[in-house]
């Protein structure tokens, strides 16, 4: 069976179970007070619109490759996950196991910080933007003469507010300790640029460029956990290494091959989305998957 012609989750349907909420991508559900079953569906947006039909197999990437970004790195953070087994679901969640295999998570309740902790490599996306307009990147000054998508010196911490719709907006660290206390921040900053070098890291073993990575944390009892998806290709840029040169901009295994489709149409970016082609929707499921089996030498199971 081809990718695009697996069939593609767009929205998750478990009567009984009490939903808070669906993303853009994810559906959330509250299955006791100290548990949430997050499902990753097959959705895809594109600047800030769900667009109308889904990518095959991307909900069981982004939960897989998550999975494997927990274990990689549970030795640095303790991480909010329970189970991804369904059999090890309880009993009311396993009537819905076509529906969530492969592509949820049972994780415990966290008590989540308000910020995105975003990890940067390289000058690019609103990093590039902010550079080239000031010489900076959130405050953080950088070298002169840097190029689109050049490695930067070393990596560098640019938190963001969350925004519940729209965009995400990029503070700077004095901003983000009005927000967060300084301590915890500190240590914030700090895990957010060990998980980045080390999955940078990872990455070039494998023939990869991590250029940027945003993550959650949250609290449970008291101690720092990480949260949400870790180092998928919806929150992080992944460039072939193979084809990297500064520059310009990069061949990406993320929905970039969507985005640039889209900015080929007369469509005014505001709701609702276009209809996208086969082949487009086809290279771009080939995209996620290829994501994952390079970075985990494994392919999707079936």
């Known amino acids: 069976m081809t990718q695009s012609s697996q069939p593609v989750l767009l929205q998750s ?12 991508v994810r559906d959330m559900y509250q299955v006791d007070p100290e548990t949430l079953l997050i499902v990753a569906t097959d959705r895809i947006s594109a600047f800030d619109v769900v667009l109308p039909n889904g990518i095959p197999r991307k909900g069981e990437v982004l939960t897989q490759l998550s999975l494997f970004w927990f274990e990689f790195l549970r030795e640095i953070v303790p991480n909010h996950l329970i189970s991804a087994e369904v059999d090890e679901y309880p009993e009311n969640l396993r009537a819905f196991a076509d529906q969530l295999r492969g592509r949820s998570m049972l994780v415990k309740k966290l008590d989540m910080f308000p910020i995105e902790c975003v990890a940067r490599g390289y000058v690019v996306g609103s990093g590039w933007k902010d550079y080239q307009r000031t010489g900076a990147i959130c405050g953080i000054e950088l070298p002169v003469g840097l190029r689109q998508c050049a490695k930067l010196p070393g990596g560098i911490f640019t938190p963001a507010t969350k925004a519940e719709t729209g965009h995400d907006e990029n503070i700077s660290f004095e901003q983000a300790c009005e927000i967060v206390p300084r301590e915890t921040m500190d240590r914030l900053r700090d895990l957010t640029l060990d998980i980045y070098e080390r999955g940078a890291q990872h990455g070039l073993g494998c023939g990869l460029v991590l250029a940027d990575t945003k993550l959650e944390f949250g609290t449970l009892d008291g101690e720092i956990v990480l949260g949400d998806e870790v180092l998928t290709p919806d929150s992080s840029r992944y460039w072939p290494l193979e084809l990297y040169q500064p520059g310009r901009a990069q061949e990406s295994f993320d929905k970039q091959f969507v985005r640039d489709y889209l900015e080929t149409l007369d469509w005014n970016k505001t709701p609702p989305g276009p209809e ?7 290279v771009t499921s080939e995209k996620y998957v290829e994501a994952y089996v390079t970075v985990t030498g494994k392919e999707l199971d079936d």
């Open 13 to 24: 349907d478990l009567p009984g179970v009490e939903l808070l909420g669906r993303g853009k």
């Open 276 to 282: 996208l082609p086969e082949n487009v929707v086809a």
